[in-house]
């Protein structure tokens, strides 16, 4: 009887604990699954659809550096990107070397979060990368690779700089993402 009593106490409480969870996350899975359908009909933009560059490159101060990646619809549709880009460093000879990505915000700009960016043919969306290059472990660096979110394929950038530890930190991709002034 008492091992009855407590399956019955532990179901119950676990079917309350249940439709708790269920009632906390079924607006926010609402809001998000909306978004995500507004977005689901258009394609996920590839490497082949874009063109990546620097839109400004950033400098100055306690031997921080960095820029503003561009990344622009070049095909003739619509696309969409979401989330964070792919880094990787090479050497002069297009050789990877030893890279460390860290997402989030970056000693020039907060990071705006994983949101879903829908570009139409010829709009842009930015990321921010930053990385310091005092000496320390620094690893010379000729080009960055940066593999939109969501693809497998990378497009290559000079950037020719020092990285300390092959760190990089990169916010997600918005539209904008403001530099701190």
Not at 51 to 75: C, D, V
Not at 116 to 133: D, E, F, I, Y
Not at 138 to 151: C, F, Y
Request: with cysteine; charged share 15%.
């Amino acid at each position: 009887m008492i091992r009855h009593k407590s399956r019955t106490s532990a179901l119950a409480t676990a079917a309350g604990a249940a439709l708790v969870l269920a009632t906390a996350v079924g607006p926010a899975h609402a809001a998000t699954s909306a978004a995500d359908r507004a977005g689901a009909a258009v394609a996920t933009c590839g490497t082949p659809d874009l063109r990546i560059g620097f839109a400004e490159r950033l400098g100055g101060g306690m031997n921080h550096a960095g820029g503003t990646l561009e990344l622009k619809n070049t095909s003739g549709r619509t696309c969409a990107l979401r989330g964070y880009p792919g880094l990787g460093l090479e050497d002069a000879r297009h050789t990877p070397l030893p890279t460390r990505t860290v997402r989030g915000s970056t000693w020039y700009a907060d990071d705006p979060g994983n949101q879903l960016v829908v570009l139409g043919p010829g709009r842009t969306a930015q990321a921010n990368v930053s990385w310091t290059h005092t000496g320390t472990q620094a690893r010379k660096a000729a080009h960055l690779q940066v593999t939109p979110p969501a693809a497998t394929t990378h497009r290559t950038i000079a950037l020719d700089d020092m990285v300390d530890f092959g760190e990089l930190h990169v916010t997600a991709v918005a539209h904008q993402v403001p530099v701190r002034g």
